[in-house]
């Protein structure tokens, strides 16, 4: 079984596979690819998409060493809150522990969303083992 280029889904797919493996410069190429076929969705069925080339495209530009693309990007698309772990990447890759450390620290005290703020509290430990 192939899988259909002309998709969105399936070039999704590929730039997500590319971001897990490191090749993040295929990952942002194919993060836009999606992005500029989303014209071609009816506007109902973008949505879904659009949050995935966000963060998508946020995490390569981060790992490529534009973390002040990557919150550009991001702040386009809402509030720091809503894409939490992206926004704090890019804060980091810009120095500014601190911010990352207030929003993580916001994520982890949310009661509605257990796994998100397992996942903010494992990151702040992170964080806290890698400084000095």
Known sequence: MRADPSLVETVLL???????????????????????????????????????????????MTALGDPAAALALLKTAGPPEKFPFENAEALIGLGNIAGARSLLEKVASRIEDHQQAEAARQRLEELASSLP
Not at 30 to 59: I, N, Q
């Open 14 to 60: 590929k730039a997500d596979l590319c971001g897990e493996k490191r090749f993040y410069r295929r990952s942002l190429e194919g993060f836009r690819r999606a992005e500029s076929m989303l014209a071609g969705l009816p506007e109902a069925d973008r949505p879904p998409f659009r949050v995935r080339v966000t963060v998508g495209e946020a995490r390569a």
